[in-house]
């Protein structure tokens, strides 16, 4: 949707709400986008720079597995453009899964959800070679470690008393590589298409856009 969006010159929320239909799916970008203030805008930014320090903030939303939870997320981020380092500062969260009985448990879910999703975005790859896999063990299979800078996660709750009970914390997985790749073309003007983001693959992937 963001590069459709971007190829139309579009506000990448806005551009969702004039396709989205369904009105719990509606609600919850816009309880995200007013939550962080969402600034009206196409992406990427104007004005880019090529080296140094860029910020960047993406979006993405879903109703998970079509019937089983539907969410939002904002990712704000700066990038390294000299080396490829992505620092996650922020990401916001809003969910709705139907009726809610414990606040402070769906949050703990969504969190969690969120950081399991920033760890598969950032780090976590199968490899192997001719023969075999090679990520057997937690040395060659990297998850985020204790000391990783954790960023702030917003939830914002969406609870409705009627309905049935629906997922929270897959639903927030579902959506982290795909906020946190459009935040880095918001920073950058160049999309990344491949999991995790690391450090080399982004240097990459700005220096073939930049090439052209």
Not at 84 to 111: K, M, Y
Not at 186 to 192: H, K, P
Request: with cysteine; aromatic share 6%; charged share 20%.
């Amino acid at each position: 949707m963001d590069e459709v969006a971007a190829r139309v010159g579009a506000d990448p929320v806005a551009y969702r709400l004039d396709h989205l239909s369904d009105p719990r799916l509606r609600e919850v970008v816009q309880a995200a986008a007013l939550e962080v203030n969402w600034d009206t805008r196409p992406s990427p930014r104007s004005g880019l720079a090529r080296s140094g320090i860029a910020t960047g903030r993406g979006f993405a939303c879903a109703l998970y597995e079509g019937d089983n939870g539907y969410c939002a997320i904002v990712a704000d981020v700066d990038l390294d453009q000299d080396t490829g380092a992505l620092a996650v500062n922020r990401f916001t969260v809003s969910v709705d899964c139907g009726p809610i009985s414990n606040p402070d448990g769906l949050r703990n879910q969504v969190e969690g959800g969120t950081l399991q999703g920033m760890s598969r975005a950032l780090l976590e790859e199968v490899t192997w070679n001719d023969e075999q896999v090679t990520s057997v063990d937690w040395r060659t299979y990297r998850s985020l470690p204790l000391g990783f800078p954790i960023p702030e996660v917003t939830t914002v709750i969406v609870d409705r008393a009627e309905g049935d009970a629906m997922g929270a914390g897959e639903t927030a997985i579902t959506l982290v590589a795909a906020a946190l790749g459009n935040a880095i073309f918001n920073a950058s003007g160049t999309w990344i298409r491949e999991v995790p983001f690391t450090p080399d693959r982004i240097q990459a992937a700005l220096a073939a856009t930049r090439r052209v």
